[in-house]
C-alpha cells in the first residue's frame, strides 16, 4: 500500500457518519485509503464499499473481507452498490479534494509547481486531457471554462493570450502553460491565479461538476433513514452545490413548500449548521487542508 495522502478532517468526517458497527459503508473517494481504513476500526460485521476511478487507487486496495474495491466513477454509485447487492447503506463519505499523490506526481499534470504533461485525467483512459483543451477549443469556450470555473475576471483576455501563443507552437506541458500566461500573472499574486487556471482545467477534463450533482441526486434514494451522508469540499463552485442540496434538496438552493407553507421535498437535515474546518495544527502539517470544508447531513424519514 503506497501512503500518499494525509486525510483531511479524518477524525471529524468518519465521526459524522455515526458508525453502527454492523452498518454498511460507501466511500466514494478512495485514494489511499484514509478514511477506509479508519472506518474499517470502528465496524465489526459491517461492510465498507469503496470507489475510485483511479487505476492507480487499485494498489492500495485493504485486504480485508469486509472491503469491497470498485474501480469506477462515483458518478455511477448507485447501480454499482444495487449489482452488489446493497439496496440501502448507513453512511456515504465523499473527499473531494485532488490528492497530495497527483499534486506530486509530475506526469499527472495537475499542479502549476512541476514540470510535466498538461494532462490532468483523473481516469488515465479519458481521452480529454487539458493540452487538448487549450490547444484546440476557441478562444470563447476557454474563456467561459476559465470564468465559469475557474472564477477568472478577465477570462476573455487569458484565452485570447493562450490562442495567440498556441498558434506560434502548441502548449503541451504545465510550465508551457506558466509561461504562456506570465503577460497576464499579477505579481505577487501567482500562484492565487496559476491555482484558479489550474483548476478550471481539471473540473472540465473531469467533469468534476456533473459528477457531483449526479452523485448527490443518488444519496436519497441509497441511504437508510437516518442514515449520514459526509462531504468534504475544496473550492467554492462544489462547496455551493453541496450546501445547497443539502439545505433544499436541489442545486439552486431554493426552499419549496407547499399552499399550507409547509416546506417539503428535504431528502436531508443539516448535522453540523456551521461548516467544519480544519484548525490550525492541521493546516500547519498540511498546507492543503486549508481550503477544507465539511458538511455533514442525515437521511430523513
Do not use: W
Not at 455511477?76 to 440501502?88: E, Q
Not at 497530495?100 to 499527472?108: A, L, M, T, W
Request: glycine content about 6%; aromatic content about 8%; charged content about 25%.
Amino acid at each position: 500500500m503506497t501512503d500518499y495522502h494525509n486525510p483531511v478532517l479524518l477524525k471529524e468526517s468518519v465521526d459524522g457518519l455515526n458508525i453502527v458497527p454492523e452498518g454498511v459503508y460507501v466511500d466514494l473517494t478512495f485514494g489511499s485509503g484514509g478514511h477506509s481504513k479508519e472506518i474499517l476500526k470502528r465496524i465489526k460485521g459491517g461492510k465498507l464499499i469503496a470507489f475510485d476511478h483511479d487505476i492507480e487507487a487499485k494498489q492500495n486496495v485493504i485486504n480485508d473481507k469486509r472491503f469491497v474495491f470498485v474501480n469506477g466513477n462515483f458518478r455511477f454509485f448507485k447501480n454499482f452498490l444495487l449489482y452488489l447487492g446493497f439496496k440501502k447503506v448507513n453512511g456515504i463519505i465523499a473527499d473531494l479534494g485532488v490528492s497530495s499523490h497527483h499534486f506530486d506526481e509530475k506526469n499527472r499534470g495537475f499542479s502549476f509547481r512541476n514540470s510535466g504533461s498538461l494532462d490532468m485525467r483523473m481516469n488515465s483512459s479519458s481521452k480529454i486531457t487539458a493540452a487538448h483543451l487549450v490547444n484546440t477549443l476557441s478562444t470563447e469556450k476557454l474563456s467561459n471554462i476559465f470564468f465559469t470555473f475557474g472564477e477568472i475576471h478577465n477570462s476573455r483576455n487569458v484565452a485570447a493570450l493562450i490562442e495567440k501563443v498556441r498558434n506560434s507552437k502548441p502548449i503541451e506541458t504545465t510550465f508551457d502553460l506558466c509561461d504562456a500566461l506570465l503577460p497576464l500573472t499579477p505579481k505577487g499574486k501567482e500562484n492565487k491565479f496559476l491555482a484558479k487556471v489550474f483548476q478550471a482545467l481539471r473540473i472540465v477534463v473531469n467533469d468534476e461538476l456533473n459528477a457531483l450533482t449526479e452523485m448527490l441526486l443518488q444519496t436519497p434514494e441509497m441511504l437508510r433513514a437516518d442514515g449520514r451522508l459526509v462531504v468534504i469540499t475544496y473550492h467554492s463552485l462544489e462547496d455551493r452545490l453541496v450546501k445547497n442540496y443539502f439545505r433544499s434538496g436541489n442545486f439552486e438552493g431554493k426552499i419549496e413548500s407547499d399552499l399550507y407553507g409547509n416546506i417539503i421535498g428535504l431528502p436531508f437535515s443539516i448535522i453540523n449548521n456551521k461548516v467544519i474546518t480544519p484548525n490550525d495544527e492541521e493546516i500547519n502539517k498540511n498546507s492543503r487542508a486549508r481550503s477544507a470544508k465539511l458538511r455533514i447531513a442525515k437521511r430523513n424519514e
